[in-house]
C-alpha cells in the first residue's frame, strides 16, 4: 500500500506534520511519502497567471503523487480558521488542472491538531465541506486539541492515551477500506 501523507503547512516545525507522520508509522507494510508543502512553492494563483503562463510545474507533480498513492493521510494546519496560504495555494492550482478532480477519489484520514481547546477543527470543517467537492473521499477524521499537552514530540506520537486509541481505531478503519479496494 502507498501512503501520500501531507502536512498542510510550510512551517520546519509543523506539528501537522509530526501528526501526520505518527498516522502514517501506524499503518504496517505501507510505503509512506510525507510530503513538504515547500516542494511546491509556486506563484499565487491568479487567473491571468494561468492564462499567461499555465498551470505550475509543481501543481502538476503534486497531483502525480496523489494518482500514485493508495490512501492520503491529510493533517490541516489551522491559519484563522481556515487553511495555510501554503496549502490553499497548491490547492487552488491543482484545481486548475484540467480535466482533474483534486483528490482523485482517493480514501483519506483528514486530521487537523492546534495548540488550543479546539485542536484545527475549524480548517476540518472547511476542508470537509469543500474536499468532497474536488474528488475527495473522507473516510475519517481526526483532531488533536492541545497538542503541546497530548503530543510526546520526543517519542513522536500522542501521548493522551484516550486520542492516540481514537487515532489508531480510525487508522483501523481507513486501511480496512483501503484493503476492500485494493481487491
Request: zero cysteines; glycine letters at 6%.
Amino acid at each position: 500500500m502507498k501512503i501520500l501523507a501531507v502536512a498542510g503547512s510550510n512551517s520546519e516545525t509543523s506539528i501537522n506534520k509530526l501528526l501526520v507522520s505518527y498516522a502514517a508509522s501506524l499503518i504496517e507494510n505501507a510505503e509512506v511519502e510525507i510530503v513538504d508543502m515547500n516542494d511546491f512553492e509556486m506563484p499565487i494563483y491568479k487567473h491571468q497567471r494561468e492564462v499567461e503562463s499555465g498551470v505550475p510545474q509543481e501543481a502538476k507533480n503534486f497531483a502525480e503523487k496523489i494518482d500514485a498513492a493508495d490512501l492520503l493521510l491529510i493533517s490541516l494546519s489551522e491559519h484563522n480558521g481556515t487553511y495555510s496560504t501554503a496549502f490553499k495555494n497548491v490547492f487552488d492550482w491543482t484545481s486548475r488542472i484540467k480535466d482533474r478532480a483534486v483528490w482523485n477519489e482517493k480514501p483519506m484520514l483528514l486530521m487537523a491538531t492546534a495548540p488550543g481547546a479546539r485542536g484545527g477543527l475549524g480548517v476540518l470543517e472547511a476542508a470537509t465541506k469543500r474536499f468532497p467537492l474536488h474528488g475527495g473521499n473522507i473516510v475519517e477524521t481526526f483532531t488533536l486539541p492541545f497538542f503541546n499537552d497530548n503530543f510526546d514530540k520526543e517519542a513522536g506520537k500522542i501521548s493522551n492515551e484516550e486520542k492516540d486509541s481514537e487515532l489508531k481505531e480510525k487508522i483501523q478503519k481507513i486501511s480496512a477500506v483501503e484493503s476492500i479496494l485494493e481487491k
